[in-house]
C-alpha cells in the first residue's frame, strides 16, 4: 500500500495495491498490520457501516465529543470529495481541513483519526461510501458543524454536480458553527 501524507499529519490518503487484468482485478482493502505501521499506531476497528447517498449530498461534518471515532474511508460506487477537520485544540493544525477525492475508479482509502470532524460531498450521480471506526456509534455523543462555517472555508467542489443542489439532512442543517463547538483539548 502507498500511503500519501496531507498537509495535517495525522490524516494519511491510501492507495492499495492493485492487480488487474482483464478478467477485473483483486486488492487487499485492509491489513490489521500494514495499517498499524503505515499510521504509526494500533487501532482497532469496532464497527463498518455503509451508505448510499445521490449527488449532491452533502454529510457532515461530524463528530462523537465523548466517544471519538477515528475512521478509515472509501468509496466502492462513485466519487466523493471527502473531507477532515482537526478539532483539537492543542493541535498545531487547529481548525484546519483536507480534502480527498475518493472514488471506485482510485480505490483510495482516507484515515481519520480520532478528534476530527468528518464530511463528504457526493460529486457522482449516486455513491456508495464505506468506513470503519475505531468506536461505537453514540447518539448522546454525536456532534456536527456547519458546513459552511466561514472560519474553516471549506473548498467544497459545488460546481461539480451537474446542476444538483446541496442536500443536508435535518441535523445536518443544526451544524453549529466552529467557535460555539464542543471542541477535544
Same mark, same amino acid.
Given at each position: 500500500?502507498n ?5 495535517? &499529519?495525522d =490524516? ?6 492493485? *492487480? @488487474?487484468?482483464?478478467?477485473g482485478? %483483486?486488492?487487499?482493502?485492509? $491489513?490489521?498490520? #500494514?495499517?498499524s505501521?503505515?499510521i504509526?499506531?494500533?487501532?482497532? %476497528? !469496532?464497527?463498518? $457501516? ?5 449527488q449532491?449530498?452533502?454529510?457532515g ?9 477515528? /475512521?478509515?474511508?472509501?468509496v !466502492? ?5 471527502? =473531507?477532515a477537520?482537526?478539532?483539537? /485544540?492543542?493541535?498545531?493544525? *487547529?481548525? /484546519?481541513? =483536507? @480534502? ?5 475508479? $482510485?480505490?483510495r ?5 480520532e @478528534?476530527?470532524?468528518?464530511? *463528504?460531498l !457526493? ?7 464505506l ?7 453514540a447518539?448522546?455523543?454525536?456532534r ?12 467544497? &467542489?459545488? #460546481?461539480?454536480l451537474? @446542476?444538483?443542489?446541496i ?5 445536518d442543517?443544526?451544524? !453549529?458553527?466552529?467557535?460555539?463547538a464542543?471542541? %477535544?483539548e
Open positions: 500500500m500511503v500519501i501524507r496531507t498537509a495535517i &499529519p =490524516v494519511f490518503a491510501i492507495e492499495p495495491k492493485v *492487480f @488487474g487484468d482483464d478478467r482485478f %483483486f486488492f487487499e482493502s485492509f $491489513n490489521q498490520r #500494514d495499517f505501521e503505515a504509526g499506531r494500533d487501532v482497532a %476497528f !469496532v464497527q463498518d $457501516n455503509h451508505s448510499r447517498s445521490v449532491g449530498v452533502l454529510r461534518l461530524h463528530y462523537q465529543i465523548s466517544q471519538p471515532q477515528g /475512521k478509515l474511508v472509501r !466502492v460506487e462513485g466519487t466523493v470529495f471527502d =473531507v477537520v482537526d478539532l483539537r /485544540k492543542s493541535s498545531p493544525t *487547529f481548525g /484546519k481541513w =483536507v @480534502g480527498e477525492v475518493l472514488s471506485a475508479e $482510485n480505490k482509502m482516507f484515515w481519520i483519526p @478528534g476530527f470532524a468528518h464530511g *463528504f !457526493v460529486c457522482s450521480k449516486s455513491a456508495d461510501f468506513y470503519k471506526t475505531t468506536d461505537y456509534y447518539p448522546k455523543a454525536e456536527c458543524i456547519a458546513w459552511d462555517d466561514e472560519t474553516l472555508a471549506i473548498d467544497w &467542489p459545488i #460546481d461539480d451537474d @446542476g444538483s443542489s442536500q443536508l439532512s435535518a441535523k442543517k443544526q451544524g !453549529v458553527r466552529l467557535g460555539a464542543d471542541l %477535544f
